[in-house]
């Protein structure tokens, strides 16, 4: 078995309104100077109102929209005097941060607007092209100084960024779960990942809708606050805790080679992964699972056919076989369930289509 690093928790964490506060404490307590603020717009918009009374001393850089290796060069061309990275935003505004601070060998903390991903908590980032498709991802040696989650934020985000999030670490459970089925006996830091994903899975299959109706209707909820540090923390801490074998397996290979059909792009990172978990659950032949989540993924919006991603029937061949040799390409962790072969994600797909005719007829 090979050595697991466990990379657990940011130094610093909390969830609660006015965490922001803790910045201006910190940031003296450390005798920080200047900080590079890495920001998107429109979110900027939501979270400005509590950074102002902060009075910190901040170079503003607004980012191009990817988390790709030239805006990382871009960014890290323009810190000049920065002592710390605060980014503030979605998942690539995290991922940025983070590999920003890496390149500058600073401490960097992370104030998310979404409840997207685990992105705030996990010391890694996901790399793209400028076209938004799939690089690579890499797993930095420092986590973050500061993860502070701000309720009243987040429950201004668009509803989508939030089931997507849903989705996105319900795959936590069945990629964790994959990957560690046949380790035996299980070192005690894999049973706390797999415990987090269970978590992860649980909480947000009882308590995912209440939460989407909650930020329908713009009120935190307890609902709400566990389901977004569910996102976020239990999320983190299962690949935090389990290493490779709490990372990612077959739904995010499904997920990067999905990036690589155009039609796809319009749709979230969590939107992918969860058709991915589909496809993996097919992989698996566990059609009941699959059964079982269909009422979830319904209630959500969530996709469960190739055409709920925006492929077009006379596309569905090419979009196949595109996501299938890019999703078991070398180096993906799909090959980590022995699927190697571009032939076994086509069938999946395939019955999993089937599948989903037979159970929901009119669907499309």
């Known amino acids: 078995m090979s050595i697991i690093t466990v990379q657990g928790a940011p130094n610093i964490y909390q969830c609660t309104e006015g965490a922001l506060k803790l910045i201006p404490e910190q940031v003296t307590k450390q005798t920080f100077k200047q900080g590079l603020l890495i920001r998107g717009e429109k979110s900027w918009e939501v979270a400005k109102p509590f950074f102002e009374e902060l009075d910190l001393d901040l170079k503003d850089v607004i980012y191009n929209g990817e988390c790709s290796f030239e805006e ?73 100084f500061m993860v502070l989650v701000e309720p009243k934020i987040i429950i201004n985000s668009p509803v989508p960024y939030l089931t997507a999030g ?91 080679g999905l990036t690589h059909v155009e039609e796809t792009h319009a749709y979230l990172h969590g939107e992918k992964v969860a058709y991915g978990i589909l496809v993996q659950l097919a992989l698996e032949k566990n059609f009941d699972e699959i059964e079982k989540l269909l009422p979830f993924y319904a209630d959500l919006k969530l996709p469960v056919t190739l055409a709920q991603l925006g492929v077009g029937e006379g596309r569905l061949e090419a979009a196949m076989e595109t996501t299938a040799r890019l999703s078991t390409k070398e180096g993906e962790s799909i090959r980590l369930m022995n699927v190697t072969e571009p032939s076994q994600v086509v069938t999946a797909i395939n019955e999993l289509e089937q599948f989903i005719k037979e159970k929901q007829p009119s669907h499309s």
Request: hydrophobic share 45%.
């Open 72 to 144: 990382v060069k871009r960014i890290k061309s323009i810190a000049q005097e920065a002592d710390y990275v605060l980014a503030v935003g979605g998942g690539k505004v995290m991922d940025l941060g983070k590999a920003v601070a890496d390149q500058l060998d600073i401490p960097y903390i992370l104030v998310p607007t979404l409840a997207s991903n685990c992105a705030p908590w996990t010391p890694l980032s996901v790399f793209y092209d400028e076209d938004g498709n799939f690089i690579k991802y890499t797993i930095f040696s420092k986590g973050a």
């Open 166 to 256: 849903i989705a996105d670490t319900i795959a936590k459970w069945y990629e964790a779960d994959v990957l560690s089925r046949e380790l035996e006996p299980k070192p005690i830091t894999v049973e706390i990942a797999l415990h987090a994903a269970k978590l992860c899975r649980d909480a947000l299959l009882d308590e995912g809708r209440s939460a989407v109706e909650a930020l329908h209707k713009g009120e935190v909820t307890s609902s709400f606050v566990r389901v977004v540090e569910t996102i976020i923390m239990a999320g983190g801490m299962v690949g935090g805790y389990g290493d490779k074998y709490g990372r990612i397996a077959g739904a995010h290979s499904i997920h990067n």
